[in-house]
């Protein structure tokens, strides 16, 4: 319908236009929500009315394609950027023009890295999507926020020269092969041409497969995204964790599942599994000791990446036991593993979203985000702590909610693959998501109001429509996946693996996944069934007697209000005691993020390392 090369240009021109515009009253404002939503409404017209036509920008190798999984893609940076737009409007107050400028170029870069199909533009937009990111992260012009920009800067920097190395090698076959020209780095030449063979193939899909990794945060290289994100405005953290980590960091699955024949060894696929399992785990522990509101939330989605990194690895081991066994059996669990991952990929964006909205909306509010300062604001703020919790129940996987539909999609795969401790891994990593929480709800929202949150300041309502909308989208993809599953998530995956068989999901049918059943009206039935039952008991009693007591809050305090006593206010106890039990792995976990970029780049050099090693070996 529309070529996807005009949204970009659309996009870029309206970046202008915005510095400009800057000038009058809210111009800036204007200009951005009209450029986003023309790219939103763009992406979703070639949903109906895929582009066919040759693109703007053919003639210089310039090679966008629409299909299921660009589509899918693009929604993601097209739906939040306008949000993130919408959002601005009231909370971006300084140097609006310049926000406006790269948040667009962002986009754009973003949408445009969503339908490319060449791995040289590919890599050009992720980068200059990196350096404009980079400029928003420091937007306060504060020590702090330079610094998280910088070091956001050095670590893509760095990891960029693994890309641009595994693009100087498969440039170097190609034209080894009589091949020249930026198509020769066009993705369906490649899979045609067969010049990525042998060890030198492998090296190139590695090189690029590591360097684009870093975007897609993972366990030990995942230290860039909490920093970037504590500094960041809470808009721009949104941007980095709802779009800039899924959309830039998705392209380092697309071309290992795009060229499985390279890695068809099984020990290559359990150790991105492992790889899965671990950052899931480990990141949402060190969440624990976060009192930071949105370092916090920066830690959980490590880990909640985590769970597509499992999901894509599940579909990478299926499709290595399928090309050694030939045995079909296999072909709906590549299926299953691709849909699982993508899905948890959009419903992350949803809720993620939704908990960096309100982070902002409390930081704007209370003027701080240090969750021991915090407390009592759901009687101030009561429709930011509602979705907040929604947010919260739903990335902690909490059935009839969104995320609750893809861990338990993963968790089916994971045991159709024959990995159940993975699937146990998952579980557990969804409990402890849960307890972080908790955490975070209880200090923010209840108990009593702390001398930061006596005076609040009331959230305008451009900051609250955003949350309300992807809120509304958590609980409409929990009640009905199928209508995600079906229009987003398959065609995507078929995008990805045409030979993948994917799970049945008629849309008003049972989901089926592999033995595991979730019929969402059925249980919401049994749900209210047993409510009422508790209800009619509660309410008739026969014969029961309430127990009396003076003072109605003794039961729960064995008596702690009488005196010498502390007051109720004064033993109410901090947020961080929930991670006392666990304070020694925490305080070895500190260890390893010092702060200073070198660690950094150390550990990710190591990893590389290894990784490399392996793959010389053979052994992966």
């Not at 699982?340 to 949803?350: E, M």
């Not at 982070?359 to 930011?384: I, S, Y």
């Not at 995507?492 to 049918?509: E, K, Q, R, V």
Request: neutral net charge; hydrophobic residues 55%; proline residues 5%.
């Amino acid at each position: 319908m529309i070529d996807p090369a005009l949204i970009v240009v659309t996009l870029y021109c309206a970046a202008v236009l915005a510095v400009v515009a800057s000038r009058v009253r809210k111009g800036n404002d204007i200009i951005t929500l009209i450029a986003s939503g023309f790219a939103l409404a763009a992406v979703i017209g070639n949903f109906f009315l895929p582009f066919l036509g040759v693109s703007l920008f053919a003639g210089i190798g310039f090679e966008f394609t629409v299909n299921g999984y660009t589509n899918f893609i693009a929604l993601i940076a097209a739906l939040i950027g306008f949000l993130v737009a919408v959002y601005s409007v009231k909370y971006i107050e300084e140097r609006q023009g310049l926000y406006s400028f790269f948040t667009l170029l962002t986009i754009g870069s973003l949408i445009g890295m969503a339908y490319s199909w060449n791995l040289l533009w590919l890599f050009l937009l992720a980068e200059f999507s990196t350096l404009c990111s980079a400029f928003l992260i420091a937007h306060h012009q504060q020590a702090k926020h330079l610094e998280g920009a910088i070091k956001y800067l050095i670590i893509q920097i760095f990891a960029s020269f693994f890309v641009v190395a595994g693009l100087a090698l498969c440039y170097q076959l190609a034209t080894g092969a009589g091949y020249a020209g930026i198509g020769a780095f066009g993705i369906n030449f490649l899979l045609t041409s067969g010049i990525l063979i042998g060890f030198e193939g492998r090296l190139t899909i590695f090189l690029i497969f590591i360097g684009f990794l870093v975007k897609l945060p993972s366990f030990p290289i995942h230290t860039w995204l909490p920093d970037a994100s504590t500094v960041a405005p809470a808009s721009i953290s949104t941007l980095l964790h709802a779009m800039m980590i899924k959309v830039a960091g998705m392209p380092a699955f697309l071309i290992l599942l795009a060229f499985n024949t390279l890695f068809a060894n099984i020990n290559f696929w359990l150790m991105v599994c492992t790889l899965g399992a671990l950052t899931m785990l480990i990141c949402v522990i060190i969440a624990f000791a976060q009192n930071d509101l949105k370092r916090l939330l920066a830690f959980d989605s490590v880990s909640q990446m985590g769970y597509v990194i499992l999901g894509m690895g599940i579909a990478g081991l299926a499709q290595s036991y399928y090309n050694i066994t030939a045995d079909p059996i296999w072909l709906p669990i590549i299926g299953g593993g691709i849909a699982a991952g993508l899905f948890h990929l959009i419903n992350h964006s949803f809720f993620k979203s939704v908990l960096f909205f309100s982070a902002g909306a409390v930081e704007h509010g209370t003027g701080t985000k240090d969750l021991n300062q915090l407390g009592g604001l759901l009687r101030t703020m009561p429709t930011t702590g509602y979705v907040m919790l929604i947010g919260s129940l739903s990335i902690a996987g909490i059935p009839f909610l969104n995320g609750f539909i893809s861990k338990w999609m993963i968790y089916n795969v994971c045991i159709a693959a024959g990995q159940p401790l993975f699937a146990f891994v998952a579980i557990f990593t969804s409990a402890l998501t849960f307890a972080v929480f908790l955490r975070l709800l209880c200090a923010v929202f209840l108990g009593n109001p702390s001398q930061t949150t006596v005076d609040v300041q009331p959230t305008p309502k451009s900051m609250l429509v955003p949350s309300v909308v992807l809120a509304a989208g958590c609980v409409l993809f929990g009640i009905l996946p199928q209508l995600a599953i079906i229009y987003l998530v398959y065609p995507a995956t078929l995008s990805l693996l045409p030979l993948a068989l994917i799970p049945p999901a008629d849309l008003f049918a049972i989901l089926f996944f592999f033995g595991g059943a979730w019929n969402p009206f059925l249980i919401a039935t049994f749900v209210f069934i047993g409510f009422s039952v508790g209800y009619i008991l509660y309410r008739f009693r026969w014969g029961a007697k309430p127990v009396e007591a003076d003072d109605k809050t003794m039961p729960f305090t064995g008596g702690a209000l009488e005196e010498p006593y502390l007051k109720m206010e004064e033993v109410r106890p901090p947020s961080d005691v929930f991670a006392y039990p666990i304070r020694s792995l925490l305080n070895t976990v500190r260890k390893s993020h010092t702060g200073f970029i070198n660690m950094y780049l150390f550990w990710y050099v190591l990893f590389a390392s290894v990784l490399l090693l392996w793959i010389t070996m053979g052994w992966i």
